[in-house]
């Protein structure tokens, strides 16, 4: 079983930017699929980006433009930048192998004035 770290949230103002990190254990990271989800209060959890093994992405309409997802293979991690933050992207956000179907045990993201 993967173990996943999600690091990276905090309070942001609209329109602001953050990085979110999520750090895999073992050794064969570079063959997952990996995703980013969110879950606001009182909503179901939502996927907003997934990014396969060999590289390529996709994207909720709801960020598309304004978030990126990408990968280091050889630190075993996987990055979302966040910009051009809105009041509506608050949620915590967790990490997820699709691969194993692993979760980490998210991060906070607030967009507030």
């Known amino acids: 079983q993967v173990q996943l770290v999600e690091s990276g949230g905090g309070l942001v103002q609209p329109g602001g930017s953050l990085r979110l990190s999520c750090a895999a254990s073992?050794?064969?990271?570079?063959?997952?699929?990996m995703g980013w989800y969110r879950q606001a209060p009182g909503k179901p959890r939502e996927v907003v980006a997934r990014?396969?093994?060999?590289?390529?992405?996709e994207y909720s309409d709801s960020v598309k433009g304004r978030f990126t997802i990408s990968r280091d293979n050889a630190k075993n991690t996987v990055y979302l930048q966040m910009n051009s933050l809105k009041p509506e992207d608050t949620a915590v956000y967790y990490c997820?192998?699709?691969?194993?179907?692993?979760w980490g045990q998210g991060t906070q993201v607030t967009v507030s004035s």
């Open positions: 997820r192998s699709i691969t194993t179907n692993s």
């Open positions: 073992g050794s064969i990271f570079s063959i997952y699929d």
């Open positions: 990014i396969r093994s060999g590289g390529s992405t």
